[in-house]
Each structure stands twice: as structure tokens, then as C-alpha cells.
């Protein structure tokens, strides 16, 4: 079994930055990160994949940005979703995926088979 733990959530002022990590104990050529908000549906984030093509959902552009660490023997990964000026609505409960193989790397939840727990994050005004 395949484990994602994800950790950096925490709440933070508006126009402040948080940086998630997702510790994964194998290597996945895709990841990704989604976020949900109670009421709502699962918003995919910001994903990367196998040659670390990145994408990144249009309300993030230019403020996140997600990036990745393998371990020499392949057998870890880390991957990281840096968050830069934060507004309210980026609150959410912040999930890891990923996906070992046939992947693309998108931001649609039904390419990862593989979720961790999440991690909250809180943005005040």
C-alpha cells in the first residue's frame, strides 16, 4: 500500500505564503495536488508529470507553484506546492494524489488512484 502524508497546512493572513509538502514512499510519475472546500466539489490544483511538465489551475497561475524531490534510489518522493499570495478563497482542505504509471499528469481527480489524508489551510483577511 502506497502511503501519501501530507504536511504545511496552517492558517496564514491574506497576501501571506505556506508551502505544503507530500511525503510519498515510492516514486509516482504523476502528482498532483487538489483542494476541497465543505459544499463543494474537489478542485484540482496544480499537477506534474513524468518529464515534471507542470499544470496549474487558471485562479493559481502565477502564485503557486509545484515541484518535486526523488530520492536517488527512486523509492521516495517528495512533492511540494508552493503558495504565494494567499487570498481567502484559496482556504481549503489541501489533498496529495498520485498516480505510478499511464499518467499525464492532469488536474482531473479520476487520473490518481492514490490520496493522502489531507491538510487544512486557512487564509484570513
Known amino acids: 500500500q502506497v502511503r501519501l502524508v501530507e504536511s504545511g497546512g496552517g492558517s496564514v493572513a491574506a497576501g501571506g505564503s505556506r508551502r505544503l509538502s507530500c511525503q510519498a514512499d515510492?516514486?509516482?510519475?504523476?502528482m498532483g495536488w487538489f483542494r476541497q472546500v465543505p459544499g463543494k466539489g474537489r478542485e484540482g490544483v496544480a499537477a506534474?508529470?513524468?518529464?515534471?511538465?507542470?499544470?496549474?489551475?487558471?485562479s493559481v497561475k502565477g502564485r503557486f507553484s509545484i515541484s518535486r524531490e526523488v530520492s536517488r534510489d527512486r523509492r521516495n518522493s517528495t512533492l511540494y506546492l508552493q503558495m504565494n499570495n494567499l487570498k481567502v478563497e484559496d482556504s481549503a482542505v489541501y489533498t496529495c494524489a498520485a498516480e505510478w504509471a499511464w499518467c499525464a499528469g492532469g488536474l482531473g481527480q479520476n487520473e490518481y488512484n492514490y490520496w493522502g489524508q489531507g491538510t487544512q489551510v486557512t487564509v484570513s483577511s
Open positions: 506534474i508529470g513524468r518529464a515534471d511538465n507542470t499544470k496549474y489551475v487558471d
Open positions: 515510492a516514486y509516482a510519475e504523476c
